[in-house]
């Protein structure tokens, strides 16, 4: 599964802004700024995540602020 790692990637890979906002139920004007930002909103996590997966794709927890057990490194490695 490819993993990606900006707003952007995501944005382009799911078809652009106007497809984001559909999948997300967001307005086309706010879904085009967030190529710009470093993070998403929060509430767009699971339908996000979810339009990826049914890709073949992945983006960090990170991309929506959200912070990873300190320990989340250890365990993936164990």
């Known amino acids: 599964m490819k993993t990606l790692e900006t707003t952007a990637e995501?944005?382009?890979e799911l078809g652009g802004y106007l497809a984001v906002a559909e999948i997300t139920g967001?307005?086309?004007s706010?879904?085009?700024n967030w190529p710009r930002f470093k993070t998403f909103p929060s509430n767009t996590y699971l339908a996000i995540t979810s339009a990826l997966e049914a890709k073949?794709?992945?983006?960090p927890a990170s991309l929506w602020a959200m912070k990873q057990p300190a320990n989340a490194d250890e365990e993936s490695a164990a």
């Open 10 to 12: 995501v944005v382009r």
């Open 30 to 32: 706010a879904a085009s």
């Open 26 to 28: 967001s307005k086309p």
């Open 56 to 59: 073949g794709l992945s983006a």
